[in-house]
């Protein structure tokens, strides 16, 4: 359903992670969309405060925030699906062409975001959180001042241990991670044979943008805003090489040099 456009007192505020793929997911549809917002970087520590002090129910990022004039208040989109979904409805008021979007690439939607997103990461964070920590640290400080620098240096130790304990990393979980992550992309490849432009049909649906921003880490598009600063580790990183020309790693790249 169409929501009513609202008057903003300002510019959106999207509060994001540098290195989250679902938060690139969300600032590529906003991109797409026209939408003229303000991208907040936060790091593990300051995000479960921010996210507290605007009223979003989790600490999830990314977090759409806007104040409208009308209600006077703060209202807030938390989640990649949400906020793509309000931003392709600003597109044709931005005068854009917009996303397509059916029942068939919300399924597909769901599926990345639910099994692809969550495995990528696990994969990813499994081993460099375990085996080499010091190389993610200064992807979550980028962009923050001097005292959150501090503060995340300080409680780095925590935040580790915390973001172990949350996604259940491990080396067991490392590897059944990446074995969900190769089906998921034997998947998608098959959903591109014959040489698809597009996952759905063909025009750029919202299942396009998902696949695309979710597996981007693994292979860094120049066009990725944290694609000179995000390092693989070196396991994750062999893989991501040798998986390098297969179909869905061409269309990923095809897709962000010529769609971000
Ligand atoms: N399905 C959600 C996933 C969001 C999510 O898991 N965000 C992670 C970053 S990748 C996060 O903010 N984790 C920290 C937390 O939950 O406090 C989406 O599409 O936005």
């Known amino acids: ?52 002090a605007i009223g979003a129910s989790s600490s999830a990022l990314p977090i759409l925030q806007m104040q ?9 989109i938390q989640g990649s699906a949400d906020i793509l ?6 597109a ?15 399924e597909i939607e769901k599926r990345l975001d639910d099994v692809l997103g ?17 190389t993610v640290r200064p992807v979550f400080a980028e962009g923050s001042g001097f005292v959150s620098r501090t503060m995340l240096r300080l409680a780095w130790p925590k935040v580790v241990a915390t973001m172990i304990k949350r996604m259940d990393l491990g080396r067991q979980q490392e590897t059944q ?3 969900i992550v190769a089906e998921q992309l034997n998947w998608l490849d098959s959903l591109l044979a014959g040489d698809r432009q597009f996952l759905v049909g063909d ?26 600063i995000v390092m693989l580790p070196p396991r994750v990183a062999i ?16 897709l962000y040099s010529e769609k971000r």
């Open 92 to 106: 044709s008021i931005n005068g854009k062409h917009g996303l397509t979007i059916s029942e068939e690439s919300n």
């Open 177 to 179: 991670s990446k074995d």
């Open 1 to 52: 359903m169409q929501e009513p456009i609202q008057k903003l007192k300002q510019k959106p505020i999207l509060h994001v992670f540098l290195i989250s793929h679902y938060c690139e997911k969300a600032r590529w549809a906003l991109d797409l969309a026209g939408v003229d917002y303000q991208v907040n970087l936060l790091s593990p520590l300051e995000h479960a405060k921010t996210a507290k």
């Open 85 to 90: 979904s309000w931003a392709n409805q600003q």
């Open 239 to 254: 893989t991501a090489e040798q998986w390098e020309s297969r179909p869905f790693a061409n269309w990923l790249s095809k």
């Open 118 to 134: 969550v495995h990528v990461r696990r994969w990813f964070y499994s081993e460099s959180l375990l085996d080499c920590p010091q």
């Open 203 to 228: 025009s750029l649906s919202n299942a396009d943008i998902a696949a695309a921003s979710l597996i981007a880490p693994l292979f860094s598009p120049a066009k990725h805003p944290a694609s000179n």
């Open 68 to 76: 409208s004039v009308e209600n006077d208040g703060s209202r807030i």
